[in-house]
Antibody, heavy 117, light 110 residues
Framework: QVQLQESGPGLVKPSETLSLTCAVS?????????WGWIRQPPGKGLEWIGS???????YYNPSLKSRVTISVDTSKNQFSLKLSSVTAADTAVYYC??????????WGQGTLVTVSS | SSELTQDPAVSVALGQTVRITCQGD??????ASWYQQKPGQAPVLVIY???NRPSGIPDRFSGSSSGNTASLTITGAQAEDEADYYC?????????????FGGGTKLTVL
């Protein structure tokens, strides 16, 4: 069974860069599928941030594209998110997920990132 | 980018049937997937494709689609079905590799 685990700082200062990593176990990222990041501000709905194919091709939410970078490290079986110039509006629970045709099949437990000085 | 629209809240009496809908132009091209999220937990996939349930999802959950509307039906709702439900599909307005989520529907089981 595929398991995903997010990790990274829980507190980021405004204007700095948020960095998170998603470690994958039970499946080799290099074998295929898309891998994505999704976030959920407190009390609000889900927002897709972006996705990466195992080959490294990336796709980003147009509303965040200028600030987002997603990368993959197949040697460590993990993928990462960087979101630059953060503000309080970026405070959210950040989830990583495996994306199989038409759906997000497996999710991490999520990690809360708070943007505050 | 496209949008998916859901009713913010729906209620159902215990044991009755409830339908949760999701509307959007992308649904004319792509099936919706549906996720159940309980407080403090990650979303869980409950329906995908034409009407497919992942292993472990009760058969009281079913999905359907017509035109620009996708529906999640719970037949014989149980207390444990009280949760937020989100629809999700590919975004047909862009490169078709982007994703879009509905705003979510809070289901209350009375």
């Amino acid at each position: 069974q595929v398991q995903l685990q997010e990790s990274g700082p829980g507190l980021v200062k405004p204007s700095e860069t948020l960095s998170l990593t998603c470690a994958v176990s039970g499946y080799s990222i290099s074998s295929g599928y898309y891998w994505g990041w999704i976030r959920q501000p407190p009390g609000k709905g889900l927002e897709w941030i972006g996705s990466i194919y195992h080959s490294g091709s990336t796709y980003y939410n147009p509303s965040l594209k200028s600030r987002v970078t997603i990368s993959v490290d197949t040697s460590k079986n993990q993928f990462s998110l960087k979101l630059s110039s953060v503000t309080a509006a970026d405070t959210a629970v950040y989830y990583c997920a495996r994306q199989v045709v038409g759906r997000q099949t497996d999710w991490g437990q999520g990690t809360l990132v708070t943007v505050s000085s | 980018s496209s949008e998916l629209t859901q009713d913010p809240a729906v209620s159902v009496a215990l044991g009755q049937t409830v339908r949760i809908t999701c509307q959007g132009d992308s649904l004319r091209s792509y099936y919706a997937s549906w996720y159940q999220q309980k407080p403090g937990q990650a979303p869980v996939l409950v329906i995908y494709g034409k009407n497919n349930r992942p292993s472990g999802i009760p058969d009281r959950f079913s999905g359907s689609s017509s035109g620009n509307t996708a529906s999640l039906t719970i037949t014989g709702a149980q207390a444990e079905d009280e949760a937020d439900y989100y629809c999700n599909s590919r975004d047909s307005s862009g490169n078709h590799l982007d994703w879009v989520f509905g705003g979510g529907t809070k289901l209350t089981v009375l």
